[in-house]
Nanobody
């Protein structure tokens, strides 16, 4: 069965840190684009970060640059989102997604696979 399973969501105070994990089964991340998205209540889904697992290229939304880091562990077939200096405006459901196309994933927000989402709540 092909699936992405996120974990690591939590309630955290502003200024705190979290690490989200996205474990894939039924396929590998190799040579694909893996990304993290988030959606806050009443807002559209937005791209947070992506990584091209072929060449390691990464990109971040302006709102998270310098605070979040995306990484992969090929042996564990897992993508991570390391989040530091969390702010209340980071509160959202975070989703991981994987596609073979940067355009589809990062520009169109479409993907072959999506995770179920994990909630992050940052209290002030």
């Amino acid at each position: 069965e092909v699936q992405l399973v996120e974990s690591g969501g939590a309630l955290v105070q502003a200024g705190g840190s979290l690490r989200l994990s996205c474990a894939a089964s039924g396929f590998t991340f190799r040579d694909r684009i893996a990304g993290w998205f988030r959606q806050a209540p009443g807002k559209e889904r937005e791209g947070v970060s992506y990584i091209n697992t072929w060449d390691g290229t990464t990109e971040y939304a302006e709102s998270v640059k310098g605070r979040f880091t995306i990484s992969t562990d090929g042996a564990k077939n897992t993508v991570y989102l390391h989040m530091n200096s969390l702010k209340p405006e980071d509160t959202a459901v975070y989703y991981c997604a994987v596609d073979q196309s940067y355009i589809r994933l990062w520009v169109l927000h479409e993907a072959d696979y999506w995770g179920q989402g994990t909630q992050i709540t940052v209290s002030s």
